[in-house]
C-alpha cells in the first residue's frame, strides 16, 4: 500500500510540475519532447535486460554484456527516459583484452532507444531505414581504448526467442567508420569485438 502511494505521489508530482508521460517506444514519433518522462510503461527494456554472451571457437573469442534498466536518466530538456546502460568483457585467446565490470568505461555505450536504423543499403539512390520495433534496441559502442570515436558506431540490437521462448537471442550489428592508419594510412577496424554476433542470453 505504501508503495502504491509513493507511485501516485510521484505521478501528481510530475504533473503539478507540467511534465508528461509517455510510453518510451514512441519517443520517437513525438514532436515536442520536452517536459516529458518517456518511461518504460509497457516494459518493454525488459527484454534486453540481463546477460548475452557471444563465443566464437573458430577464433577462441568470447564477448560478454550486461544490460540494466536505468530509470529516469537525464532526458530532452526538463525531461527524463528509461534507458539501458551496459558493462561489457571480452577475451581472446583466454586473455581478458577489457572488462568495463571491473574498470568501468562511462561513455563506451551510449543509448539511442527504439529508433529507425540506417543501414548499409541504398534503393533509389536513397538509404534504407529499418523502422522502429520494439524488438531492437539502437546505440553505439566502443572500447575502452577508443572510446572517444563511440559516435562513429551504429549499434543495432534485434531481440529474438524461439517458439517456445526458451533460447533468447540478441542478433548483434555494429556498423563502424574505419580509421587510419598513421604509418600505412590504410582503412583499418579499431575494434576487437566482433561486429556481427548472435548473442545468448545467459
Known amino acids: 500500500m505504501r508503495v502504491y502511494i509513493l507511485f501516485i505521489m510521484l505521478i501528481l508530482a510530475f504533473y503539478a510540475n507540467g511534465q508528461a508521460i ?41 564477448f560478454e554484456i550486461t544490460f540494466t534498466k536505468e530509470l529516469q536518466a537525464e532526458g530532452h530538456k526538463n525531461g527524463y527516459v528509461d ?3 551496459a558493462q561489457f568483457k571480452l577475451i581472446i585467446n583466454g586473455v ?15 543509448p539511442s532507444r527504439f529508433c529507425f536504423f540506417k543501414e548499409d543499403e541504398i534503393v533509389n539512390n536513397q538509404w534504407v ?34 517458439i517456445i521462448g526458451s533460447l533468447q537471442q540478441l542478433v548483434w550489428t555494429n556498423k563502424v567508420s574505419y580509421g587510419r592508419d598513421y604509418v600505412t594510412d590504410e582503412i583499418v577496424n579499431n575494434y576487437q569485438m566482433p561486429l556481427e554476433m548472435v548473442l545468448i542470453k545467459q
Open 83 to 85: 534507458e539501458l546502460s
Open 22 to 62: 509517455k510510453p518510451l517506444e514512441i519517443e520517437w514519433v513525438v514532436e515536442d519532447k520536452d517536459d516529458t518522462y518517456f518511461k518504460d510503461i509497457n516494459n518493454e527494456l525488459d527484454k534486453f535486460v540481463g546477460t548475452w554472451r557471444d563465443e566464437d571457437t573458430a577464433t577462441n573469442t568470447i
Open 129 to 162: 531505414f529499418t523502422q522502429p520495433s520494439v524488438n531492437m534496441f539502437v546505440g553505439t559502442i566502443a572500447e575502452p581504448a577508443i572510446e572517444r570515436h563511440v559516435l562513429s558506431s551504429d549499434l543495432k540490437l534485434v531481440y529474438q526467442e524461439d
Open 96 to 110: 581478458e583484452q577489457y572488462n568495463t565490470y571491473v574498470t568501468p568505461c562511462e561513455e563506451c555505450f551510449i
